[in-house]
């Protein structure tokens, strides 16, 4: 009879892997259950387990994601010069939504794969109402922005605010995100092009907040959290569309008349 060869015998080396593995995956990515059950004995149809590991995924390549979302928005304002067609209120009432969420995720200690991007998208929305203010010939007030927003988000993570503000900021979301995409979907539609707006980052955002919506219900259980997502992508559909529509519709053109 031949004996059971089990999944950590071998050289020590082999060994010092396996627990190495384990050791960055439990509980981080999955719990210990569902690592003995997917990549032990390799029951890849167990569901439960199969859901964490597509949401785990998914949160932490939505992560990585953010690291370069707004990049190309950015880039393309440095590079033109001018935030001609992009809404400095919008920018104002997305960054709000941004900042509940990433608030209400720390306050009620959800895991960072369920909310990282926030943090990455804050940076960079940010960067974008400075250069909006920037180009607009308003660099003394862009540098106010700065400040007042650094200053109340310190504020706002601190323990001297009470955890009922974070969620009614969080709840403020859903009408902040609506308002902030009409705004920019107003602006598109009375410029009758999209100005300086980014498609790759427009399209990005609306892939990031579709795969949200199940990672939140997935590894959060919230379901203000989940309805946020599903208004922010009906939103970002709008502004997706807009881009389509206005596609080959210059600039320029409009300039002129």
């Known amino acids: 009879m031949e004996a059971e060869v089990s999944p950590t015998s071998g050289s020590p080396f082999v060994k010092m892997a396996a627990s190495a593995l384990k050791g960055v995956m439990v509980p981080h990515v999955l719990p210990e259950h569902c690592y003995d059950e997917l990549l032990v004995d390799f029951n890849l149809l167990h569901i439960p387990c199969l859901k964490i590991l597509i949401s785990?995924?998914?949160g932490f390549g939505i992560v990585a994601g953010?690291?370069?979302?707004?990049?190309?928005q950015i880039f393309k304002i440095l590079g033109a010069k001018s935030a001609e067609g992009l809404s400095f209120h919008s920018i104002l009432l997305e960054l709000l939504a941004i900042t509940g969420t990433m608030a209400y995720s720390i306050s009620n200690s959800f895991p960072f794969s369920s909310w990282g991007e926030a943090?990455?998208?804050?940076?960079q929305t940010v960067a974008i109402g400075f250069l909006v203010q920037h180009f607009g010939g308003q660099t003394g007030r862009g540098l106010s922005f700065l400040c007042v927003y650094f200053g109340a988000l310190s504020l706002l993570l601190s323990s001297l605010t009470p955890k009922g503000v974070v969620t009614a900021l969080q709840a403020s979301n859903m009408p902040a995100v609506v308002i902030s995409r009409l705004l920019q979907a107003a602006t598109n539609y009375r410029n009758g092009h999209t100005g300086q707006l980014s498609a790759i980052t427009a399209s990005?955002?609306?892939?990031g907040s579709l795969a949200r919506i199940f990672t939140s219900i997935?590894?959060?259980?919230?379901?203000?959290?989940?309805?946020?997502?599903?208004?922010?992508?009906?939103?970002?559909?709008?502004?997706m569309a807009q881009l389509m529509y206005y596609w080959h519709s210059p600039v320029d053109k409009h300039k002129k008349a």
């Open 66 to 72: 953010s690291l370069m979302v707004k990049l190309p």
């Open 204 to 207: 990005l955002l609306f892939a």
């Open 56 to 58: 785990k995924g998914l």
């Open 119 to 123: 943090l990455f998208l804050m940076l």
């Open 218 to 239: 997935q590894e959060t259980g919230d379901p203000l959290m989940a309805l946020t997502y599903v208004v922010s992508s009906a939103c970002n559909g709008i502004i």
